[in-house]
């Protein structure tokens, strides 16, 4: 919604009168939960809380950045000098040319209202209900893992293009973590991850929700207790929509991130060329796909810019970037409202927000029985990625595909290759979207971003024997 300009507003646009280009403040208030129980032991129950204030001017051609904790009355003025002298201190360097940073500001406040968070005591109860049935529904267990966090961020943002946005972001998940032993004796372990918008009370981690999926995973780590080698080398894969997701975020994400563009990427020359099969198609959402509110809405960024989507693949070209104000300026571009800082005392950088291969019209059925000879790779543990969009997943639950049957499970292994070359081997995309928001990306600082995809058939390079 549209609200009337705030004290806030009003006071960031005389600072351009001190010879700045432009000026931005942020509130910013960080609150987070985890707590984490161990067959049936409570071993951490925390929560913390981070708020303060920034001020971030741009002045002949440089940026200066302060923080300190506190509120913006009390503290807004010396932030100000400060940050001025940061940048005039960063002009020691040399002469810099002045960019024209794109005008505009958003004006709204969107902020989360769902159910009643959870009390320490509720939480507990619930995981020691979900221990107990565990337990007793998979004896052969020899250790059950809970993770629940849940994570706030709310940001005032007012700048001197006119903006004033009130925005949060609130998100939580639950991670299930299930032991056994392996056939050698070696213990073998699979995870569960459920996510979503809002507080733990609004996700439904109830047994009831639970059960289906924790049933699955025990017989998914069933299968693993007897896994065998993969076969190494360029092999025919089904991604699951996880995967995909992964690959989305990681591989392809960063290097559409324009500062890591303006830093060499690989992308940077590959505007209008095709990266991918023209079956792909991939988009950084803001805040709404299909008319419904992603994971991690996004209506405008800490530069307080109106967020738009990047589409950053179409029919398998290159079409984008994501921008801040300061990209969009050196490239010519709109900026897309992806300025994002994690903390109160982070500085905004380009960053992710939802981001997603988008489907297509195959069932994962399909898929696999399209398969003579490869896998079928479920879940990933982790991934990184490089501005050439080479990547390395682990893949922590597969299983062999013979003549489009799936067959025995395999062990842990990974996948690695060139984003740009698998994309361009997909010859099948999924046409049911999964979507996860559980996970952190890394970039000089944390940031909350969720990322979806549909399951994808390609080619991809195996770790194994």
């Known amino acids: 919604m549209t609200t009337a300009p705030s004290a806030a507003a009003t006071a960031a646009a005389p600072a ?26 409570l071993t951490q129950n925390s929560r913390s809380s981070d708020a303060g204030t920034s001020v971030r001017v741009y002045r002949d051609g440089y940026w200066g950045f302060a923080s300190q904790p506190g509120a913006a009355v009390r503290v807004a003025s010396a932030l100000e000098h400060q940050a001025i002298a940061n940048a005039a201190a960063m002009s020691r360097f040399g002469p810099r040319s002045v960019l024209t940073l794109p005008a505009g500001g958003y004006r709204g406040e969107h902020a989360w209202r769902g159910r009643a968070p959870l009390s320490a005591a509720e939480v507990q109860e619930r995981l020691t209900a979900l221990n107990a049935w565990c337990r007793q529904s998979f004896p052969g267990l020899t250790s059950v893992r809970f993770i629940v966090s849940d994570e706030h961020h709310s940001k005032r943002v007012v700048a001197s293009t006119g ?5 949060t972001i609130q998100r939580a998940s639950l991670h ?3 032991v056994a032993p392996g056939a050698d004796g070696a213990p073998v372990e699979l995870v569960e991850l459920l996510s979503g918008k809002g507080h733990l009370g609004d996700l439904d981690w ?3 929700a639970l059960a289906p999926r924790l049933q699955a995973l025990h017989v998914h780590l069933r299968a693993k207790c007897q896994a065998v080698a993969a076969r190494g080398g360029l092999q025919t894969v089904v991604l699951a929509a996880p995967l995909a997701g992964m690959l989305a975020h990681e591989a392809m994400g960063h290097p559409c991130e ?4 303006l830093g060499g990427a690989v992308t940077g020359g590959l505007l209008g060329q095709p990266v991918a099969s023209e079956l792909v198609g991939m988009v950084d959402y803001a805040h709404h796909v299909d008319d419904a509110e992603v994971m991690i809405p996004v209506y405008a960024d800490d530069e307080g810019t109106p967020a738009e989507d990047a589409v950053l693949i179409r029919d398998g070209r290159l079409t984008g970037f994501m921008h801040s104000r300061e990209t969009a300026a050196r490239m010519g571009a709109r900026p897309t409202g992806s300025a994002r800082a994690y903390a109160p005392a982070d500085e905004p950088l380009v960053r992710m927000r939802n981001t997603a291969i988008l489907p297509g019209t195959t069932s994962l059925d399909d898929m696999i029985a399209g398969v003579e000879d490869g896998y079928f790779l479920m879940k990933t543990a982790n991934g990184q990625a490089d501005s050439t969009t080479e990547f390395m997943f682990g893949i922590s639950l597969a299983y062999e595909i013979r003549q489009g049957r799936l067959g ?10 060139s984003a740009i070359k698998v994309l361009q081997s997909v010859d099948a995309v999924g046409s049911e979207m999964e979507w996860s928001c559980a996970g952190y990306c890394g970039k000089k600082q944390p940031m909350v971003v969720s990322m979806g995809g549909p399951a994808l058939r390609a080619r991809v390079h195996l770790g194994g024997e």
């Not at 009168?17 to 161990?38: C, D, F, N, P, T």
């Not at 324009?258 to 563009?261: E, K, L, T």
Request: hydrophobic share 45%; aromatic share 4%; charged share 30%.
């Open 163 to 167: 903006a004033d946005s009130l925005s």
């Open 16 to 41: 351009l009168a001190a010879g700045l280009q432009y000026s931005e403040r942020r509130e910013h208030e960080l609150r987070k939960s985890r707590v984490v129980m161990i067959d049936g032991a």
């Open 206 to 208: 109830s047994l009831d």
């Open 258 to 261: 324009a500062d890591i563009v």
């Open 408 to 417: 025995r499970a395999i062990r842990d292994t990974t996948v690695s290759g």
């Open 176 to 178: 299930v973590a299930f």
